[in-house]
């Protein structure tokens, strides 16, 4: 299982960016890619996750409103677009695959390496 997160970069409060998750070699029991971030000095938390079959999304309430997670299947390709940054956004960004329909990041098996968001205020 291979995940490749892209797209981060620096950005101005109020700007926005888009996240891509390119995915490959995922098992057929894969049910869930989601976004988690880490700020410095903060734990890892939950984002969005989107199922990769129905497209039944979740977000937690502190992007709910400002980012929209989406699929391609045909590019095996989650994206999260990020609208209405603030500086408190500012983290390493985290694509994984769960086996489960949930938001916890235990049950996250495969990870990718992060990109990094900076939102300058």
């Known amino acids: 299982v291979q995940l490749q997160a892209s797209g981060g970069g620096l950005v101005q409060a109020g700007g926005s960016l888009r996240l891509s998750c390119a995915a490959s070699?995922?098992?057929?029991?894969?049910?869930?890619i989601g976004w988690f971030r880490q700020a410095p000095g903060k734990g890892r938390e939950f984002v969005a996750r989107?199922?990769?079959?129905?497209?039944?999304?979740s977000y937690a309430a502190y992007v709910k409103g400002r980012f929209t997670i989406s699929r391609d299947n045909a590019k095996n390709t989650v994206y999260l677009q990020m609208n209405s940054l603030k500086p408190e956004d500012t983290a390493v960004y985290y694509c994984?695959?769960?086996?489960?329909?949930?938001?916890?990041?235990?049950?996250?098996?495969?990870w990718g390496r992060g990109t990094l968001v900076t939102v300058s205020s």
């Open positions: 994984a695959t769960s086996l489960y329909d949930n938001d916890l990041i235990h049950e996250y098996d495969y």
């Open positions: 989107i199922s990769l079959s129905g497209g039944s999304t």
């Open positions: 070699g995922l098992p057929r029991s894969t049910y869930a």
